[in-house]
């Protein structure tokens, strides 16, 4: 009857919930209208900064129209109308003096559908830079390599830099996407159904791939795969025709959600 | 590929072989209490079961959150609910410690009774048990575990043939009634963390091979 | 009857689709063998009076003198007035199609009417274009333009027939072909690109220049082609805008007047004094006037699928 061993594991800390990060996106009793159609009714959420928020709820929910308020792209669809404030790291991005520009350069995006430029691989991250002032051809191919690194593709495609971004597959040309997007270091980058379009190995490279990303960036990340959300999010809203229905911690979304509506949605009963 | 879910699996395991050795330290510390005659120990064992039942609550959690988050399936959806059950055996094996701990303290304000020499054979084997079936956990070896379940029984007899023994003291001096108890709940504690020792050793085989072998005549039996 | 699975191999033989296959084949083989028809005729009677000389030399000699004539200055004239359109009308079909898709609102009042525009402006039969011309650039534009830079002078500089109205005469004609592929090619492309391209925060004219436009150069090059091909043959355009009926040498300023493949055609045949000594010299000329028509279509197709392999490789 010796000493118990007790060598055999250390000591790990207990708790791992999402640390609390202040907040960088306030929307404030946002609406927004196609026409006279109300799409948007009186949103109100904040997103914390360098942590993965997941805005779920079923088609037609608002959700991507959300997202989309978050970087102006609504304002390519005519008729659209906004009422409300959104601000981002302070500004009133809907203030007369907002340049879309500088504001889609912070605010980053990517798509549902892949959609990398009919350029080469170099070319097609090359492009944003170039937009944005970087010409120098060390700095461009240094920023090139560290992009891919970034989106995990860089092992894949080094040797065929310079062939076309649409030679890749889907689960590439995606992630391909990704390094463009964050080659000019958005602050926050949008993602609307990243995955959708992807088969599950592809998905969950896409998924692993945000998991790694939030450390350097913060992820708003629309999705109609529920687990995908429960996967990577530290928060989730539930959004229900136009209304935010629940914001909370993506464990309470999942494991005890306040709202009735939720709870039947993320169960599957409805939607 | 490398999952982030895979570190959180890692994490849960980490976290439980933690478990563990509180649960193994809970219980030689108790039993070397009675041996020591050493009343801080066992009042410290009493004060770490706490320990255990926290971790106990908090693996409950984590398992909750790998399951409702990540959705897993076929061997991680076995490692986190074999986690949580094992997670249960442990925080009992300190109950248990406890409760020997109780009675050492009562024990160690009388003289002893008799020479300790079942107790601690029956502490051995319990802690050998404990220490193998989570050594098969580690060490994926479902056969490590499987050889595990039998020992209950020997534990059982040491039980019984001491049961007996502590009777025939009772019978004989009425005065050793008192530590004769004292010694029969150690001794029934020990058992039943052997008992815990093979469930989570059953859970292990469960884990690895996929296979129920709660509940069998011939645990044995590798069909 | 009773019902009994015919056996597979009793295939029977469906009379009206036999028919009509053979209707539908016949139909296709007609256009071809119209199309031999016209060309061998051409190249058969003309290809013996087909030489260098004949491509090299004038009219001085005597227009319709089979030995002597020469088309040399009308290819020159032809391919002039066909390459200044062109310039002309790219621009400006591009420019409005682009304006039409990525700039307007779509189907507001605005664009419905100018696609009812261009719509009417390509049913518009070509000798009212050459009126146009006649009305409108020469004694309207060229004569206030003679009349502010020249006043003193009697002689009409710009306020008479020449290349550079014949071309933009033909380039009105031809707007709607341009503008119509080159939308057509526009619409094709995938908005994903254009939102990508925004969304990294590229300007609207940035995405335009850098994304859009490459991706529509093959649909402009197609509408150019077309444009081309209809200007090339067309008389009634430069009737009164430009052409002549001979003009010593060659036409070397946008304010010359010249001579064209397709109007000494039209010459040939109805002012000769002797149509059957001037037949092969006609024949001949055709040939000449089908050539380079010809010439200029497959190095513009030439063109487009290189231009198209090139993105091919970078899909």
Known sequence: MGEAPVTRAPQVKTTELAAETPAIVEITDLSLFYGATKALKNISVTISEKIVTAFIGPSGCGKSTLLRCLNRMNDLIDNVRIEGKCHIAGQDIYGHDIDTIELRKRVGMVFQRSNPFPKSIHENIAYALRLHGTNSKSEMDEIVERSLRQAALWDEVKDRLHTSGL?????????????????????????????????????????????????????VIVTHNMQQAARVSDYTAFFYMGQLVEFDRTLKIFTNPSQRQTEDYVTGRFG | MQRHFDTDLANLKQQLLTMGSHAEIAVSNSIKALLDRDEPLARKVIQDDNILDTFEVDLDDRGISLIALNAPIASDLRLVTVAMKISRDLERVGDE???????VIELNAEPQLKPYVDIPRMATLALGMLKDSLDAFVEKDSAKARAVVPRDKEVDNINRQLHRELV?????????????????????????????????????????ESRDIRHQKTTNDPT | MSKVNKPFNSKSVDRWSVFFTGLSGACTYLIIAILFLIVGNIVWNGAPHFSLR???????????????????????????????????VIPVGVITALYMTEYSKRNSVIIRLIRGAVNNLAGVPSIVFGLFGLGFFINFLGQNMDALMNPASAQAVWGKPSLLWASMTLAVMTLPVVIV???????????????????????????????????????????????????????????????????????????DQFMDLAYHVFILSTQSPNIEQTRPLLYAT??????????????????????RRRMRSFR
Do not use: W
């Open chain 1, 167 to 219: 030679g890749l597959s889907g689960g590439q040309q995606q992630r391909l996407c990704i390094a463009r997007a964050i080659a000019i270091q958005p602050e926050i980058l949008l993602m609307d159904e990243p995955a959708s379009a992807l088969d599950p190995i592809a998905t969950a490279k896409i998924e692993e791939l945000i998991l790694e990303l939030k450390k350097d960036y913060t992820i």
């Open chain 3, 286 to 307: 055709v040939m000449a006037l089908l050539l380079l028509t010809f010439v200029v279509n497959i190095a513009a197709v030439i063109v487009r699928s290189r231009i």
């Open chain 3, 181 to 255: 592929a080159t939308e057509e090619s526009l619409k094709s492309i995938p908005p994903g690109l254009r939102e990508a391209s925004l969304a990294l925060g590229a300007t609207k004219l940035q995405t335009v220049v850098k994304i859009v436009l490459p991706q529509a150069l093959p649909g402009i090059l197609t509408g150019a082609i077309l444009a081309i091909s209809r200007a090339a043959g067309e008389v009634a355009p430069i009737l009164f805008t430009g052409a002549a009926f001979s003009v010593q040498g060659l036409a070397t300023g946008l304010t």
């Open chain 3, 54 to 88: 004949f491509l090299t030399t004038g009219v001085d000699a005597g227009m319709f003198n089979v030995s002597q004539s020469g088309v040399f200055p009308m290819v020159v004239g032809t391919a002039a007035r066909v390459f200044l359109m062109t310039i002309f």
């Open chain 2, 97 to 103: 410690a406890t409760t020997i701990a109780r009675r």
């Open chain 2, 168 to 208: 025939s003291f009772m019978i004989e001096r009425p005065t050793s009634i008192t530590r004769a108890l004292h010694l029969m709940t150690i001794s029934k504690a020990l058992e039943r963390i052997a008992d815990h020792a093979a469930n989570i050793a059953e859970e292990v085989v469960f884990l690895y």
